[in-house]
Structures are given as structure tokens and as C-alpha cells.
């Protein structure tokens, strides 16, 4: 096995049949969203006073926010923890957060009425705001992610600023940029580590406030004063795992060798979290006596049993065993099963759950709705891929290649 690992661009095709069926979906939802603001909520969406989120909130927004944590989890893991063997991970598992966040900000857009005063809550503070703290947290994240991932842009153009004709000029500076860049990353980056660490444990607990708030609107199975925390868990134990998604597509989609001895201790490292992360869950059941809302069988026991046992129960019992963990397939479904787990949690929360008190019919998402939510997620996956193949975040073996830790948090 090679002890190290050099991060490159990747080569090959952009378009593929599946890229290609991405772009569709991409094409198809940008112009339900183009409709979204030229003619207004109501001709795209099912929103209402009533219900004044839809699957927005939980898929794109909050799902996402959840979803996006392998960035923190895996900074903490190799920068704070100093898990040097983990360092090929992170890369990629930063670049799904910056992506993930920079979608979540764009879809705050989305379902406000007025869109164009997204800027207010930057400069018109509010303290006692649960939502705000979130709003600014999230802003305040998505500033330090990129500043995170300036050394891999600081890496792919180091001293390799050419361009042609009349910007010739600005080689020069360019390049002299590019080495103060460097030089200043080196001595403050793990200041902007630390900070992306407790931002995150921040605005994943406050999304569980929101909901807390709601009080008797909420269905008792989800309304519980311990929300924030088990917000938190579900996003601390869902980070491994999307970097072992993200990490293993990749590899198959570029024709790569999975790096097994790695994903296998990301899985290995999951099962404690996930085994807190359900003792919350029973425990928060068990002292406020909800499990008996389970002995009625309807959708809402139904969801909830299936957000717990097939999201939380079913992936810690896989992990558990070794020969789940060497296997891709058997890896990947594990992994698969709490992120879906965790997005369904979502659903059920800030839908499901919720019942406002004037509603003169349920809301069910529209065709609007729903294409530009899949729309988000394919327009993700292809910046992503053309971001793999343009800077170095993937890593290959190379046993030449000694990795700079200057970036690290110093122990």
C-alpha cells in the first residue's frame, strides 16, 4: 500500500451519459425557477400562509446544511485530531461542504417573498433570533470554507500564471498574489479551522431551534426540548459517512482504485456516533414516554419508525461488522442509509411533524417545487466534477509525494 498520497486533477471526459442526463434535470429545474422569479411564488410552488416552506427548507436548506457536514467533521478529524491518515479525504469532503453551503445560501432566495432583501439580516441583527443566528452562521461558514479551500487554488496556480495577449500584464501581480496567499494560509489557516469547527456545531443545533419554537404545532415524536442536541449528533454522524459517499462515486466515476483502508475506518469511527446519536433518540422517547404515539400505526408513526431504524439502527449494525466495512457496495449502503436517514429526519421535522393552526388543505410539494430541488442537487454533482478536474482534490497514490502539514492545527 502506498503511504503517500498526492492530491491531482483527474482526466478524462466531462460528458458522460450520466453528466449528460444531470444536465437535463439541471436545465429543466432552472426553468421552473426562472418562472419562480419572473411570475412569483404561486406559479411553481404549493406555499401558502399556512405552509410558508416546503421541501425547500428541509431538502435544500436544512438536508443540505446536515448533508454538508463532512467538511467540519473531517477537518476536525485530520487538522484538529491531527489523524494524518486521513488528510486524502478532506479535500474532497471540503469541497461538498463549499458546494453544499453555497447552494444552501442561494436557496435562502428561493421561498422568501422578497428575495432582493436577502442583504438585511447581514446588517439588521436581531439576537433573539433563532433564525438568525443560523442566517449568520451559515454566512459567516461559507466565508471561512472558502478560505479553506484557497490553498488548492493557491496549489493549481502557483507559479503557473499564464495568461495570454492583453492580461499579460497582470501575470505578475497574479503570481505575487498567489505566493502572499500562500505564505499568509500557512501561518493563520488553522485560526479559520477552529472557527468552521464551532460555526458548524452552532448553526446545525440553532436549525433544531427553529422547530422547537414551534411548540404544540409539532407532533410530539419530534417535539422534544433536546431537538438542537439530537440536530447536532445527527450531523456530527452523518459527516463520516458522506465523505465514504463521496469518496467511493468518485473513485468509480473516474475509474479510481477506493481507498478501502481508509473508508473502512471512516466507518469503524462512525459506529460510536451513530450509537450516541440513537441512545438520545430511545432516551429523549423513554423520559418523556412518546413511544406510546408508535402503538398507533398511520404515516406518522410509520415515517418516524422508518427514520430510526433503516437511517440509524440498520447502518450502526452494518458498521459494526468488518466485513460490511471492507466491501464497497456493502460500505456504500451503509453510508447511504444514514444520509438518507438524516434527510428523511429533516423531511419529517420541518413537514411531517409540523401541523400549523389555520390550514385549509394539506400541503403536497408541486412539479415546480420538486424540479428545482433536483435541479440543486445535479447542478452540485457537475460543478463538482468539473472542479476535480480542474484543481487538485483528489489524491492518488504516489510514493514521492511528502504531504505539507504546515495547514494544520498546531498541537
Known amino acids: 500500500m502506498d503511504h503517500y498520497s498526492k492530491p491531482v486533477a483527474m482526466r478524462g471526459p466531462y460528458l458522460t451519459p450520466g453528466v449528460i442526463a444531470l444536465i437535463v434535470l439541471t436545465v429543466i429545474g432552472l426553468a421552473a425557477l426562472g418562472a419562480r422569479f419572473l411570475f412569483g411564488l404561486a406559479a411553481v410552488s404549493n406555499l401558502s400562509n399556512a405552509y410558508p416552506w416546503g421541501i425547500w427548507t428541509p431538502t435544500i436548506k436544512a438536508g443540505g ?3 454538508a457536514a463532512g467538511g467540519f467533521t473531517t477537518a476536525a478529524l485530520g487538522h484538529v485530531m491531527h489523524r494524518e491518515e486521513f488528510h486524502p479525504i478532506i479535500r474532497p469532503a471540503l469541497l461538498t461542504a463549499l458546494l453544499g453551503y453555497t447552494f444552501v445560501a442561494l436557496s435562502v432566495c428561493i421561498d422568501i417573498g422578497r428575495w432582493y432583501f436577502i442583504w438585511h439580516p447581514i446588517v439588521m441583527w436581531n439576537g433573539s433570533s433563532a433564525l438568525f443566528e443560523v442566517g449568520i452562521c451559515v454566512t459567516i461558514y461559507l466565508n471561512v470554507l472558502y478560505i479553506e479551500f484557497l490553498p488548492v487554488i ?12 492583453a492580461l499579460a500584464k497582470l501575470n505578475a501581480p497574479l503570481e505575487r498574489l498567489m505566493r ?10 488553522f485560526v479559520f479551522i477552529i472557527a468552521g469547527v464551532v460555526l458548524s456545531t452552532l448553526h446545525q443545533s440553532s436549525l433544531g431551534t427553529l422547530m422547537v419554537i414551534a411548540g404544540p404545532k409539532m407532533h410530539p415524536l419530534w417535539q422534544t426540548p433536546i431537538l438542537p442536541l439530537l440536530f447536532l449528533l445527527s450531523a456530527i454522524s452523518v459527516g463520516l459517512p458522506m465523505a465514504i459517499i463521496e469518496s467511493l462515486l468518485s473513485a468509480r466515476s473516474f475509474g479510481l482504485k477506493p481507498r478501502m483502508d481508509l473508508l473502512a475506518e471512516l466507518g469503524r469511527l462512525t459506529v460510536p456516533l451513530l450509537a450516541i ?19 398507533k400505526v398511520n404515516t406518522v408513526s410509520v415515517l418516524f419508525m ?5 437511517g440509524i439502527v440498520v447502518p450502526l449494525r452494518m458498521l459494526v461488522s468488518a466485513r460490511v466495512r471492507r466491501s464497497p457496495p456493502l460500505l456504500f449502503t451503509a453510508a447511504a442509509l444514514v444520509a438518507g436517514g438524516v434527510l428523511l429526519n429533516r423531511m419529517n421535522t420541518f413537514l411531517v411533524a409540523y401541523t400549523p393552526a389555520y390550514a385549509a388543505k394539506t400541503y403536497f410539494p408541486a412539479f415546480g417545487e420538486i424540479a428545482v430541488a433536483v435541479a440543486f442537487v445535479c447542478l452540485q454533482v457537475l460543478l463538482y466534477r468539473a472542479a476535480v478536474m480542474i ?3 483528489i489524491s492518488l497514490p504516489d510514493r514521492d509525494y511528502v504531504p505539507k502539514a504546515k495547514y494544520a492545527v498546531r498541537g
Open 391 to 393: 484543481l487538485p482534490v
Open 154 to 165: 493557491v496549489e493549481r496556480f502557483m507559479g503557473r500564471v499564464d495568461l495570454p495577449g
Open 65 to 67: 446544511v446536515a448533508l
Open 277 to 295: 446519536h440513537l441512545g438520545f433518540k430511545i432516551g429523549d422517547m423513554v423520559i418523556r414516554e412518546t413511544f406510546t404515539y408508535l402503538m
Open 180 to 189: 502572499a496567499l500562500d505564505r499568509g494560509l500557512e501561518q493563520t489557516m
Open 306 to 310: 422508518i427514520e430510526v431504524l433503516l
